[in-house]
């Protein structure tokens, strides 16, 4: 079985995005935004939205099963208040839902949170109970920088987050470290600004006892890592030149990368660098990368075909990869 752990419905119906519009286009006088149930979206409509896409592409690919959440861009806690995010967060975590009772055999939930700059973490702690209780989602995504580009939270180490992380070590579901768009100039969402946040968060997590307060707790950095898996040596020295344990007890029992890498010699240098345990397969399809690479032929996304290329790589440790760390991580999927 192939457990593809970073897929975001970002082919939902325009009708997502024109509510949404509309959500902030109220901002200046709340009495004016949308309803919830203004939001009209068919069974059929989330079908087509999917067929085309999400599910061609398991398909033509050979994967299984997609760790579903919704578009990480669109998040973009930034914008309005609490209440606004809360309200956008319901809205797109309960479309997720949707595919995942249409295509229970493709999709599991993980949530957007509804968090807002500022605000305590603590306040996304009903919808991820929900999320987790109520729709069977195996874990969420946590923005390190709701501000969007400007880094005005406290770290991920900072006991500002402790209560959101007692609830997901009670409800056993990990967080993917995943910012949303930048509206800061400087960094541009997919390309700087995602990897910005994968590193620095590697970095946080290296230069506190964490993990030490939560043995328990995880995290996946996705993107590969950004730019950790590259910098291994740097990270291990800068470790040892601080008197922090090794990687391995530091944080390697805790933290765990994706493989959305969009191209061979990325992937092999991850799976060399960084231990088989703590690889999941992911392609982030449909997602920051849709075009096809000239230099292969193949989609820039299909990172299938590049752990299948790693003729290295055993046949254990690739199922690790593929379906056994994934199980490790997110223990709330069920075994079929
Ligand atoms: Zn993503």
Known sequence: MIIDCHGHYTT??????????????ALANPSQAPQKAALRISDDQIRESLEGAQLKLQRERGTDLTIFSPRAASMAHHIGDAQVSRVWS???NELVHRCCVLYPDNFVG??????????????????????????????????PDPSGGHWKEPPLTDRWWYPLYENMVELEVPAMVHVSTSCNPAFHTTGAHYLNADTTAFMQFLTSDLFKDFPTLKFVIPHGGGAAPYHWGRFRGLAQDMKRPPLQELLLNNVFFDT?????????????????DNILFASEMVGAVRG??????????????????IEWLSEADRNKIFEDNARKVYPRLERD
């Open 90 to 92: 319901e809205i797109c």
């Open 12 to 25: 939902a119906p325009a009708e997502v995005e024109a509510w949404r519009k509309l959500q902030v286009e």
């Open 110 to 143: 993980v949530c957007q949170l509804p968090q807002s700059p500022g605000v305590p973490p603590a306040t996304c702690i009903a919808e991820l109970e929900r999320c987790v209780k109520e729709f069977g989602f195996v874990g969420c995504n946590l923005n």
């Open 292 to 309: 096809i690479d000239p230099e292969t032929g193949y989609h820039y996304d299909d990172t299938l075909r590049y752990v299948n290329s």
């Open 260 to 276: 959305c890498v969009y191209h061979r010699p990325g992937i092999e240098l991850l799976l060399k660098v960084v231990p088989v």
